[in-house]
């Protein structure tokens, strides 16, 4: 018999058969995977997800830069009004900051359509990659995703940046308005107009939800696409869930990590509040309501029948997870405990655990 070992995952918590006797014929006829061929694969999700998170925070910070840039016009039209704020003509200011967020709603929508196109390329890439380093070798084909759908999130994205550029504008206006009647002094409009369209500001909070949410959103179709494409070659091929790891995330996103389901199905999510569940592709699925959809960060990636997973319904928490949610330390403890058959690792498991949430409260 071929001897085998477990070997975990530093990141995923995945627990993967491995096969000490690489090219066996045991091997070649199942989907045990040599130590390598195990770390390769983790190695190449961890890149994966690192890419998408760039990708994001690429798209977030030129939309930062797109605001920020209508802010500057708005200043440098400011400072050319007169120091008596009496003579300042409101109608051509007004008409002159809706010219620069016009400008920055646009340099914002480019922006993003960039990021979907990466992350669109990346979604796609991520099966082939992830599975040709585990040893299952897919062959690379032409997009699957069709291009009407990227364009039809482009031109959503598109709109919901021109609405929170009019929101700001009728907000910059408010404050204009102000200060011609004398209200306020110009520079307390100045700093309110810096509030308004900052980085903490309001239009920044929701450009940074649509950019997080779409281009999460382009990925994971994209990887769909790809995995449906993948489960033709590779019988078998399943999809996993697996959480974000957000301090904030949704507790039924949570209990979802780690279900793997065969590649056309659906996962059946819990909704948050008022009972019954719902029916998702994958994460961020445009079928799903909003309410699953919204800022999530979880992600699919593939699994194999062989390739077992020791925690097939969840993934540690970490510290500070629990600091923030205590309750998620008591979930995991139930579940391992359900798990393991062994009463000394049992034991030993809330020893670990109860240690954990002694170091959340004391930080
Ligand atoms: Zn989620």
Redesign the pocket.
Known sequence: MVPQQQQRSRYWDITITVDKEAGSARAASSNALTPSRAKAFEDEVQRHLKWRTAIIKEGRQDVLAALQGALAEIDRRLAQQPADWQLWHLGRLRSQVAAALGHGAEAASNAVKKALARAEQLGESFVPDALGAAGVQVPRMAPGLSADVVENIASFCTSRMQDVTHEAQQAINHQLSLTVLGVQTPFEATRAIHKILGADGAAMARSERIVRTEVARVYALAQQSAMERAAQVVPGLHKQWR??G?MH??KS??R?DGVHIAVLRHFKVSRESGGGTDKMLH??DPGAPVS??V????TCIPWMPGWQVKYPDYKPFSVKEIRVRPERSRRAEKKEMKMSHCPAWRKLSCLIKNYTICLASMK
Do not use: A, E, I, Y
């Not at 800022?295 to 979880?298: E, K």
């Open positions: 959480r974000s957000k995330s949704r996103h949570d979802m994460p961020l699953q959809t800022n999530c960060g979880c």
